[in-house]
């Protein structure tokens, strides 16, 4: 027998706020999810593997109505195998563009803390806008 969860330990675990766990349920996302004789849900391994899930698609930038989809073509079972293939398939294509965004960034970012670090050292951003440092113009007035 699996071992059952309240939604407090569901939270501490994944480190999703309650109330987003009782959206995710709401929505429709957290299949075969069961609740006890007073209402309260019940949360076994399977549960925790979709709330798993859930959160790696919404980082990847999927809208909550593509996840339900995703989550009930897993219901599905072995007819829409090739359509969970391809909306893998798909979501490689565009994590990929991202990260490749996100590389551009984090490259700005890293040029300007570079400048900045010596724009600090000379006391002015004057010599790194020139594209000197101010040791060097001080080496030459000697």
């Known amino acids: 027998m699996s071992k059952s ?82 909306f893998f398939d798909q979501l490689h294509v565009t994590v990929l563009a991202q990260m490749a965004d996100l590389q551009r960034t984090l490259d700005k970012i890293e040029y300007k803390q570079g400048y900045y670090r010596q724009a600090v050292a000379d006391g002015t951003e004057k010599y790194v806008k020139a594209g000197i440092r101010h040791s060097q113009v001080v080496a030459t007035d000697r």
Do not use: H
């Open 5 to 86: 969860y309240s939604i407090g330990e569901v939270a501490t675990m994944t480190k999703l706020s309650i109330p987003t766990i009782r959206y995710y349920d709401k929505e429709g996302l957290i299949p075969e999810l069961k609740k006890d004789a007073s209402g309260a849900r019940c949360f076994d391994d399977q549960n925790l593997g979709a709330l798993e899930m859930i959160e790696c698609l919404k980082t990847a930038g999927m809208s909550i109505k593509d996840i339900k989809t995703f989550m009930q073509w897993n219901l599905e079972g072995d007819t829409t195998l090739k359509k969970r293939r391809d």
